[in-house]
């Protein structure tokens, strides 16, 4: 069973970037910032993707008649 994936508030008035470091959230010696909303959620996706993935090797090793397989 997989938990509720993240809600994100609507925010009420639009920020755009204005500065370029914005993508400095990648350097790990640079100042770090917030993660963006499509950030989680492909976070999240890539989570339940793992998961599933876990689950289908599970399944298909429990009903593997060859041990090599």
Do not use: W
Request: charge should be negative.
């Amino acid at each position: 069973m997989l938990a509720k994936p993240p809600s994100v508030c609507i925010p009420k008035k639009v920020e755009f970037i204005e500065n370029k470091n914005y993508m400095s959230g990648h350097n790990p010696f640079s100042e770090t910032r917030s993660l963006n909303t499509i950030e989680v959620g492909f976070l999240n996706e890539a989570i339940e993707d793992n998961i599933f993935g876990m689950q289908l090797m599970t399944g298909f090793a429990q009903v593997a008649t060859e041990s090599e397989v």
